[in-house]
């Protein structure tokens, strides 16, 4: 059994827990590393086989229920790293400023223009900060500005939003407006201009949800400026400056075990929880169907490898499974063997993506761990620059999966 501190608080306890996920998580590669989809039998299914026989057995509704966190039974071998993962990934929550909680629910002004969940979301980020001491609120990639527009109505200060897309400006403005805020909406690309103007020594700079390096170029461009931040990371594998993937931001990840390449950095984020019935259900059949299509080619080949398709036009995943083939099969030049059938191929198909999502299950229970490793690599970036800084979870998994925040404060 890892033990893990719950407090994230201070210089130390970050690198004690940074250092801890990192050792974990490399010891633990060959369960994580691995993806059934593209890569069966499991190259565990020799140490483990009543775990591959029991995962395999499951249906679709039990793997539904594992996956949300509701199964039970789990074999013992599997409930002791689930138990490990939730150790050394526990998060204490920020603490809550009750009174300004009680105050988002009641003003319903606030909440206008804010869908249900981007309001929970926004309600219990700002309830997490408590009230204000900097002159000024930065959304960094704010969207419309509903962060930085409810933070600056709580607290009556000034607020800049920092966004690539110029039509929002029109709603940030008018929503502002509304809220009686006084609102500065900046044009621009964090990826490719000097944005560090924007960063002034008294600000409270917000990201929630900027994904991946979006916030990485706030971390990088920051020289101390702003007095506090607050940021709320998502989507590591995306968006990073001039396609040059993502880059340890930390002195003490620049020197740690976990390879961050775009595989690792999509297995902390990509969850199908929060999705739609309609798209989980579209997303497991065009699984299905490059598991059924990828078994044909294997046959005509004769080679057992997988075969990478890369993304693929709606219109082909909106066809029969056999004019999928044949469309996706000539468009890459690919080889159908000379005779075969559309239905075994779409059952074979639909089997092996049942199973591989079942056995992936052993995957996720690393996400959770490879995300705060990340959310650390932030945190530590920011302390090595003089912040003071401590991590948390600013809302139930419910709300968003992506409900870490970690919280800096200029020191002295
Ligand atoms: C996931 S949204 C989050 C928006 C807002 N923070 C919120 O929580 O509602 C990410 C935002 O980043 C903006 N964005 C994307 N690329 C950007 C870039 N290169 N520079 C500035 N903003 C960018 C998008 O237009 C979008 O508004």
Known sequence: MVEAPSE??????????????????WAQRPLWRPRPFSQLPVPWQGEHPELVAFLSGLDEGAIDGFEAGRGSGLPAVMQGWAEE??????????????????????????????????????ASFSAALGGLEAEGVLDWCGGKGHLGRTLGALGGRPVTVVELDGRLEQSARALAGRAGVALRFVEADVLKEDTRTHLERGALVVALHACG????????????????????????????????????????????????????????????????PKLRAARRRENAWRL?????????????????????????????????????????QLELPSVWSASAAQHAGEERARQSRALS?????????????????????????????????????????????????RAG
Do not use: M
């Not at 210089?11 to 990192?22: I, K, M």
């Not at 400023?97 to 804010?114: H, N």
């Not at 101390?224 to 607050?230: K, T």
């Not at 620049?254 to 950095?265: F, K, V």
């Open 292 to 332: 059924g299509l990828d078994l044909l080619l294997r046959q005509a080949s004769g080679r057992d490898d997988y075969s990478p398709l890369g993304s693929l036009p709606a219109s082909a995943l909106a066809s029969p499974f056999a004019e999928f083939c044949q469309v996706v099969a000539a468009s890459q």
């Open 8 to 25: 994230l608080c201070g210089h130390e306890a970050l690198r004690e827990r940074f250092a801890a996920l990192d050792r974990w998580l």
């Open 213 to 276: 390096g979006l916030t990485n170029a706030l971390i990088e461009g920051l020289e101390g400026r702003p007095a506090e931040l607050a940021l709320a990371p998502c989507c590591f594998h995306l968006q990073h400056r001039g396609g040059r993937g993502c880059v340890p931001l930390s002195s003490q990840a620049r020197g740690a075990l976990l390879p961050l390449d775009h595989a690792t950095l999509r297995l902390a984020t990509v969850e199908e929880v929060v999705a739609s």
């Open 361 to 409: 299950l052993v995957r996720g229970l690393f996400r959770r761990p490879i995300e705060l490793w990340l959310v650390l690599d932030r945190a530590l970036a920011l302390a090595e620059q003089g912040y003071e800084v401590q991590v948390g979870t600013f809302c139930a998994r419910r709300v968003t999966p992506r409900n870490l925040l970690i919280r800096g404060r």
């Open 85 to 122: 993962a939730a150790a050394i990934a526990a998060v204490p929550q920020s603490p809550v400023d009750g009174a300004l909680a009680t105050r988002l629910r009641g003003e319903a002004s606030l909440r206008r223009g804010i869908k249900g969940r981007k309001w929970e979301q926004v």
